[in-house]
């Protein structure tokens, strides 16, 4: 990675200002549900607070309050959480810029001060140059450790860094790292898995990964429109019609670059997503049956594939994990990546850190990445903003 990190700079008697990502789920209690998103900014806030700065300045945002203060979308949740894992006091502020936040920082005497959800302004997403400038005055050293929101040019992402020294957090150099590496020299033989509902979603993902794998197994929804491109019986399963073409040109284009794009052999159909009991195994799908899942022949083909590789990128569930009558898919592909000794295991966000999640299986692989959005962009080949706003290393 050539952007330069907390290592690189003096942050000793220094205001530090933090992005994070503390976009965590709350139930209606407003009690945090999954924490690894702050558990995940701890070795870098840790690191900081070592160096013995001034001030340790938190911002992040929470949910799309569309630019107005909403009281279940406040960060105190955050804060508190944040305070146990960290071991010390977290001071949480009502509001992210102006006089009284400036003051307020001043006269604490605690070390970290949380700022309040940066989305209560509507200036955040729209990357407005005066909001950008107030966030900068608040601090001498910017930080983004935020990967999860790198991929948006949001003034506390991008806009801020016109104004202030900007460089990377632990977290987003782990990223770039494990992900730049799967996009640009990863060990052979790189497969990749790709699932989720939509072929549209991973259009540029695809092109671009074909240029680097060695094979690409995909499941999902998304199999379905290959499948009915590839001339097969898909019944009542989903179907992007208007996607038939593209699908085409990527079979094509496969079988001209030696890559081996695996599909389901066998699926796992029902009558309705609401009608488990009507589920069986079928290698060809009638009219009014969906498929939700992968079957045990498709299950054991990937594995056989994933069983010689040396890197493996996985993005989107090969079913619809989240109902468990069409989870074995996920979690036998799942539980088959956390036995792999000797491959690199990288699980790009979103729904499938969701399903690994699920399963248990977090620390059984090698990174997990925190931005569902942003690693799909990465691994794109996409630069994004967050990052390249960064300075560079000499």
């Known amino acids: 990675m050539n952007k330069m990190t907390v290592k690189d700079v003096d942050l000793k008697g220094k205001k530090v200002i933090v992005r994070v990502d503390y976009n965590v789920p709350l139930d209606d209690k407003l009690n945090i549900t999954d924490d690894i998103r702050i558990k995940a900014s701890l070795p870098t806030l840790e690191y900081i607070l070592k160096q013995k700065p001034k001030k340790l300045i938190l911002m992040s945002h929470l949910g799309r309050p569309e630019g107005q203060v909403v009281e279940t979308m406040r960060l105190v949740p955050a804060a508190k959480r944040l305070e146990k894992l960290l071991g010390q006091k977290v001071l949480m502020l009502n ?25 209560f302004y509507k200036d955040e997403t729209k990357n407005n140059p005066e909001f950008s400038k107030k966030l900068a005055e608040l601090a001498e050293i910017y930080v983004n450790d935020a ?4 991929h948006r040019a949001h003034a506390s992402t991008e806009g801020i860094t016109k104004y202030v020294k900007g460089v990377a957090g632990f977290l987003l150099e782990k990223e770039i790292n494990y992900l730049g ?3 640009t020299n990863p060990q052979k033989p790189f497969v990749v ?3 989720g509902a939509k072929v549209s979603d991973k259009i540029m993902l695809v092109e671009n990964l074909m240029n680097k794998a060695d094979s690409i197994l995909i499941g999902g929804g998304m199999a379905y429109t290959f499948l009915k491109a590839m001339g097969q019986n898909i019944g009542s399963s989903i179907l992007e019609k208007d996607k038939i073409d593209v699908a085409k040109a990527i079979l094509e284009k496969a079988k001209q670059k030696g890559v081996n794009l695996v599909f389901p052999t066998d699926h796992v159909v029902v009558q309705g997503i609401d009608k488990p009991d009507t589920k069986k195994t079928v290698k060809d799908i009638e009219e009014g049956w969906l498929a939700l899942d992968i079957g045990p022949e498709s299950i054991k083909k990937f594995k056989e594939v994933l069983s010689k590789a040396k890197t493996i990128v996985w993005n989107g569930p090969v079913g619809m994990f989240e109902k468990e009558a069409y989870a074995a898919g996920t979690k036998a592909i799942a539980e088959h990546l956390a036995g792999l000794k000797d491959a690199t295991t990288i699980i790009g966000g979103g729904d499938s850190a969701a399903a690994v999640a699920e399963f248990g299986l977090e620390d059984k692989m090698t990174h997990i990445s925190t931005g569902g959005g942003a690693s799909l962009e990465f691994l794109e080949g996409r630069e994004l903003p967050g990052i390249t706003a960064l300075v560079n290393k000499k």
């Open 95 to 119: 509001d992210c810029i102006g006089d009284t936040v400036k003051q307020a920082i001043e006269k604490s005497s605690e070390t970290v001060i949380m700022l309040e959800n940066l989305r």
């Open 147 to 150: 990967f999860g929101t790198a």
């Open 181 to 183: 590496k799967a996009v």
């Open 193 to 195: 898995i790709l699932g």
